[in-house]
T-cell receptor, first 109, second 119 residues
Framework: GQNIDQPTEMTATEGAIVQINCTYQ??????LFWYQQHAGEAPTFLSY??LDGLEEKGRFSSFLSRSKGYSYLLLKELQMKDSASYLC??????????WGAGTKLIIKP | GAVVSQHPSRVICKSGTSVKIECRSL??????MFWYRQFPKKSLMLMAT?????????EQGVEKDKFLINHASLTLSTLTVTSAHPEDSSFYIC???????????????FGPGTRLTVL
C-alpha cells in the first residue's frame, strides 16, 4: 500500500532550528510537497521537490532523496508564528496526492 | 489512520457540461469538509467550507452558482462544476475534518484529488 510517515508532534525553541522528516512508500513518484497549516486556516504551500537535493527558500529548506523515499523540511531561526501543522504529500504515478497525517510543531519561548 | 477518498480521480469533459466530484470520509464522520483548488504553482486555494445539513460557505471570488456543493451526509460532500469551461481545468482537493467527541482532537484529512480537464 501507499504510505507517508511523519512525526505527530515536535517541540522546539524560538530561534532554534528544527527538522521535520517525512518518509514515503508510493506507487511511483511525481513530486513531494510541504504545506504549512495554521489551525482554522487553509494550507499554505511551502515547497515542491521532484529532484534529489536541497532547496532553500528563506528560513525554510526542503530536502529530497528519492532513492531513500525520504524528505525533510528544515526551519531555521524559529519564530512563534511557525507554530503550525506541517503536511507532507507525495504525488504518485497516477498524479494522486498521498498525504501524511501532519506534524504539529510547537514553538516555545 | 483516517482516510478520505475522492471520485473520480480524473475526468475529462466537454466545455458546457457539468461534472460532479465526490468526497467521502471512509472511517469517520465529518461534519465539515473543505474544497480546495490547486494552482500550477502548487498553492491551495480554499474554495468553500461544506457543513453537513446546511449551505456551504464560499470564499470571496468563488461563484456559488458555478461550484455547487452539497453535504448531504456525515460522510459525503459533492462538488459540481456546472457549465464547465477550459479555465475550470484544475486539480480539486477535498479535506474532511475529524472532531473527536469531547473536542480533544481536531484534525483535517486530505483527499487524493481530482484532476479535471475541460476541453
Amino acid at each position: 500500500g501507499q504510505n507517508i510517515d511523519q512525526p505527530t508532534e515536535m517541540t522546539a525553541t524560538e530561534g532554534a532550528i528544527v527538522q521535520i522528516n517525512c518518509t514515503y512508500q508510493t506507487s511511483g513518484f511525481n513530486g513531494l510537497f510541504w504545506y504549512q497549516q495554521h489551525a482554522g486556516e487553509a494550507p499554505t504551500f511551502l515547497s515542491y521537490n521532484v529532484l534529489d537535493g536541497l532547496e532553500e527558500k528563506g528560513r525554510f529548506s526542503s530536502f529530497l532523496s528519492r532513492s531513500k523515499g525520504y524528505s525533510y523540511l528544515l526551519l531555521k531561526e524559529l519564530q512563534m508564528k511557525d507554530s503550525a501543522s506541517y503536511l507532507c504529500a507525495v504525488m504518485d504515478s497516477n498524479y494522486q496526492l498521498i498525504w501524511g497525517a501532519g506534524t504539529k510543531l510547537i514553538i516555545k519561548p | 489512520g483516517a482516510v478520505v477518498s475522492q471520485h473520480p480521480s480524473r475526468v475529462i469533459c466537454k466545455s458546457g457540461t457539468s461534472v460532479k466530484i465526490e468526497c467521502r470520509s471512509l472511517d469517520f464522520q465529518a461534519t465539515t469538509m473543505f474544497w480546495y483548488r490547486q494552482f500550477p504553482k502548487k498553492s491551495l486555494m480554499l474554495m468553500a467550507t461544506s457543513n453537513e445539513g446546511s449551505k456551504a460557505t464560499y470564499e470571496q471570488g468563488v461563484e456559488k452558482d458555478k461550484f455547487l456543493i452539497n453535504h448531504a451526509s456525515l460522510t459525503l460532500s459533492t462538488l459540481t462544476v456546472t457549465s464547465a469551461h477550459p479555465e475550470d481545468s484544475s486539480f480539486y482537493i477535498c479535506s474532511a475534518r475529524d472532531v473527536v467527541s469531547g473536542g480533544d482532537t481536531d484534525t483535517q484529512y486530505f483527499g487524493p484529488g481530482t484532476r479535471l480537464t475541460v476541453l
